[in-house]
């Protein structure tokens, strides 16, 4: 089975990193408006703060990726 969703990747000196988690899990949305809006409440202030966008940090805004999620069943 595969499933085509959404999720929000961390974006550091505008290179992309890991999934954001969300209890310890990759936070996936069915989506892409989902997975937008939970960027936005979660890091909009990204764009406010250029202390946080400068160096050491250089933070940028998560910007919001396709995942596809493939569910295969093992042998035991």
Do not use: G, N
């Amino acid at each position: 089975m595969k499933s085509t969703l959404w999720a929000v990747q961390w974006m550091e000196k505008s290179v992309p990193h890991h999934l954001i988690h969300e209890r310890c899990i990759p936070a996936i949305f069915r989506t892409r408006r989902e997975a937008r809006d939970f960027a936005k409440s979660r890091f909009r202030y990204f764009k406010d703060r250029p202390d946080l966008r400068a160096p050491p940090h250089s933070w940028r805004m998560p910007r919001v990726v396709r995942v596809r999620v493939v569910v295969e069943e093992t042998s035991k």
